[in-house]
Nanobody, 119 residues
């Protein structure tokens, strides 16, 4: 079991930046692949980015490639999402997720943090 807590959301103007953090409980953080998903009002939750346990493998949704960067610090049990050149369509609740397997399907979820991008 792993518990996840997101932070760093907020309101930002289009073109601005935010950095989200996700801190995990437990002593086996590096054995989990981690990911970010988001859900906009009235839409289904969608994959944003993922990172393998070692940090060597990364995946991105096409909509965020070149603008968002996923990273992790296993010594701090924390994963990050650096979001640059934000657009109004990036507005959503962002969720942190963890799983033993690296990919696009995850078993453990945080409560989410709101990101709002104004035009």
């Amino acid at each position: 079991q792993v518990q996840l807590v997101e932070s760093g959301g907020g309101l930002v103007q289009a073109g601005g930046s935010l950095r989200l953090s996700c801190t995990a409980s437990g002593r086996t953080f590096s054995s989990y692949a981690m990911a970010w998903f988001r859900q906009a009002p009235g839409k289904e939750r969608e994959f944003v980015a993922a990172i393998s346990g070692s940090g060597g493998g990364k995946l991105y949704a096409d909509s965020v490639k070149g603008r968002f960067t996923i990273s992790r610090d296993n010594g701090k049990n924390t994963m990050y999402l650096q979001m640059n050149s934000l657009k109004p369509e990036d507005t959503a609740v962002y969720y942190c997720a963890a799983d033993r397997h690296f990919g696009r399907s995850y078993d453990y979820w945080g409560q989410g943090t709101q990101v709002t991008v104004s035009s």
